[in-house]
T-cell receptor, first 114, second 116 residues
Framework: EAGVAQSPRYKIIEKRQSVAFWCNPISGHATLYWYQQILGQGPKLLIQFQNNGVVDDSQLPKDRFSAERLKGVDSTLKIQPAKLEDSAVYLC????????????FGDGTRLSIL | GESVGLHLPTLSVQEGDNSIINCAYS??????FIWYKQESGKGPQFIIDIRSNMDKRQGQRVTVLLNKTVKHLSLQIAATQPGDSAVYFC???????????????FGQGTILTVHP
């Protein structure tokens, strides 16, 4: 079974620029998550999708972050404009369903803001 | 506030020893727990999960124990190998119904180092 695919693996941009990350979840997984992981910390949930609908985006900084999962499969996360504090690894995860199902993670995109 | 924490940020063991990684959680409403292993440059890798209606669950070389009375979770790794060296995270899902399912809160992580 193919795992969660993410691209790009690395991205370096200057502050105030925009950036987008892409995620392809495990086939058949209805629930998709985006996490932010700052160095030395555990991942923090940004947004959760169930199929193509948003379930929870309470921790997403909506003034600069946006995410979509238009067809209920792939998802993109965008930051515009980026701030220095956005430097982190952005992880995508998916699960069969939200309830009592383990989340499987991709290897993430490491974002550096100059 | 609610949090999932680890007692020991680092753990060093010899190859072949058994390892125990501990985790304390503060929210009694949490009913699903997962252990992840994260190697450098990679995403968290699922190890084992447990629901709150169980006290113990075993996998291949790993066992998770849940003590709801003291809100404590542990991961036991048998015959630890150098390839087990990584950061280990526990994560909890607080059951508040509705959209709370799937919303994991991660602990800070424990660095496990296995010496040959």
């Amino acid at each position: 079974e193919a795992g969660v695919a993410q691209s790009p693996r690395y991205k370096i941009i200057e502050k105030r620029q925009s950036v987008a990350f892409w995620c392809n979840p495990i086939s058949g997984h209805a629930t998709l998550y985006w996490y932010q992981q700052i160095l030395g910390q555990g991942p923090k949930l940004l947004i959760q999708f169930q199929n193509n609908g948003v379930v929870d985006d309470s921790q997403l900084p909506k003034d600069r972050f946006s995410a979509e999962r238009l067809k209920g499969v792939d998802s993109t996360l965008k930051i515009q404009p980026a701030k220095l504090e956005d430097s982190a690894v952005y992880l995508c995860a998916s699960s069969l369903e939200a309830m009592y199902q383990p989340q499987h993670f991709g290897d993430g995109t490491r974002l550096s803001i100059l | 506030g609610e949090s999932v924490g680890l007692h020991l940020p680092t753990l060093s063991v010899q190859e072949g020893d058994n390892s125990i990684i501990n985790c304390a959680y503060s929210n009694s409403a949490s009913d699903y727990f997962i252990w992840y292993k994260q190697e450098s440059g990679k995403g968290p890798q699922f190890i084992i999960d447990i629901r709150s209606n169980m006290d113990k669950r075993q996998g291949q070389r790993v066992t998770v124990l849940l003590n709801k009375t003291v809100k404590h979770l542990s991961l036991q790794i048998a015959a630890t190998q150098p390839g087990d060296s990584a950061v280990y995270f526990c994560a909890e899902n607080r059951n508040a119904g509705g959209t709370s399912y799937g919303k994991l809160t991660f602990g800070q992580g424990t660095i496990l180092t296995v010496h040959p």
